[in-house]
Structures are given as C-alpha cells and as structure tokens.
C-alpha cells in the first residue's frame, strides 16, 4: 500500500500549534491502537520548532517537524504575506511542499484562508 504524505501548517488556527499536534497525535494513537498500519499515512508538521515540542516533546519519532521561522497571523495583512513571509512562514513552508522533490499529497491549513489562496497563487 502506497503511503499518504500530509503537510500539516500547524500555526493556523485560533488555538495556535495544540489543536493541530493534538490531532496528529490522536490520528497516529487510534491508527496504532485499532491496528491500521500506521505507516501508510505520514505527517509533515510545519511550525517553530519549539512551539511543536513543548506539547509534544517526542514529536520528531512519530512525523517530519519542519521549522519555520515565521507565521501567518489571521490579522496580517495580504501586502505583509506576501511580502515578507512568502517564503520562510509555516503556511507558505507547508504549500511548497506540496511541489518539493519528494512532495506532500495534501496540506491541512485551518489559518487566513485569503493568505492561503494568495500564496498558493505564487
């Protein structure tokens, strides 16, 4: 069985990173406990790295963390995005991952959906 790929921005979100890793979280805890292979489908957390650990110290064992410098706030700006956070935030991180060498299947992004859609048209 081929494995999913799923980019997670875990910054989005009026609960910040825990909504996000708790869910990881709860998807590998039931997949292993009712016997579904874990391995066919695998996370990309996208986030401070910090921000993951402090809820999930372990995180690294169980998903691919990807550090990001910066994050979209829901109050941001479109100009600022796409300005100065195009590139290096957790939600612009999560969509290039989507293209990558080795890319993602799907990102999972509960931030601005207006940022969303102007980064994804970059």
């Given at each position: 069985m081929a494995s999913i790929h799923i980019a997670i921005d875990a910054m989005g979100g009026d609960c910040?990173?825990?909504?996000?890793?708790t869910a990881v979280q709860s998807f590998l805890s039931h997949s292993s406990e009712h016997g579904t292979v874990t391995g066919a489908v695998e996370f990309s957390v996208f986030a401070p790295r910090e921000a993951v650990l402090d809820i999930w110290p372990d995180a690294e064992s169980h998903c691919r963390l990807v550090h990001c410098e910066d994050v979209v706030e829901m109050?941001?700006?479109?100009?600022?995005?796409l300005r100065s956070k195009g590139n290096s935030s957790s939600m612009a991180q999560g969509l290039q991952s989507l293209a990558g060498a080795a890319p993602c299947d799907a990102l999972v992004s509960?931030?601005?959906?207006?940022a969303l859609v102007a980064l994804s048209r970059m």
């Open positions: 910040g990173p825990r909504a996000a890793v109050h941001d700006s479109l100009r600022s995005v509960s931030g601005s959906t207006a």
